[in-house]
């Protein structure tokens, strides 16, 4: 008796799944985006694509990283703002501000090491250059900034992922 061959996932399931987990990371970064912001110890560590569709910032921070760029959202970020299909941010970089617009497509891995956390991501495929989103200027904080306190002392820092791997 011969056997059938696997059913062809038509409802492509996988980009599905992908898609409602990056929900989460959403409904995360816009519990952050509240007056109260980051509850007790919660920080996120979020790593996307620099060269996906839609990435956009200052061009001499992002060229430091072609491919791949973690931030994190702990202590100092300002103007947190989770949109539908993007969200943005102004971090200090060298003790500038810099605000950077990142699709939740583009993120391939999302940690809160607070509770241990961690989703990971299918990395979407590389925008060409011409389709990418045009730097946005960098940010130059408000005559107002000092009242807009950052969370707290310290500055965002980019962590290399070779920490996270298993060895």
């Known amino acids: 008796m011969a056997q059938d061959?696997?059913?062809q996932d038509l409802m492509n399931y996988e980009a599905m799944a992908q898609d409602a987990l990056r929900g989460v990371a959403k409904a995360a970064l816009k519990r952050a985006a509240a007056p109260e912001g980051l509850p007790g110890s919660h920080h996120f560590y979020i790593t996307f694509k620099t060269d996906a569709a839609g990435v956009s910032g200052p061009v001499d921070l992002l060229s430091k990283y072609p491919d791949e760029?973690?931030?994190v959202l702990q202590h100092q970020y300002w103007d947190l703002a989770p949109g539908e299909t993007f969200f943005s941010v102004t971090l200090q970089f060298g003790g500038q501000p810099k605000r950077l617009s990142i699709p939740y497509a583009a993120i391939t891995r999302f940690y809160d090491p607070s509770v241990q956390f961690l989703l990971q991501f299918e990395p979407p495929p590389a925008a060409p250059a011409e389709a990418r989103a045009a730097p946005a200027a960098e940010a130059?904080?408000?005559?107002d900034a000092p009242a807009a306190a950052p969370k707290a002392e310290g500055e965002a820092k980019i962590v290399s992922l070779d920490q996270f791997r298993k060895k």
């Open 69 to 71: 760029m973690t931030i």
């Open 140 to 143: 130059k904080p408000a005559e």
């Open 5 to 7: 061959p696997p059913a």
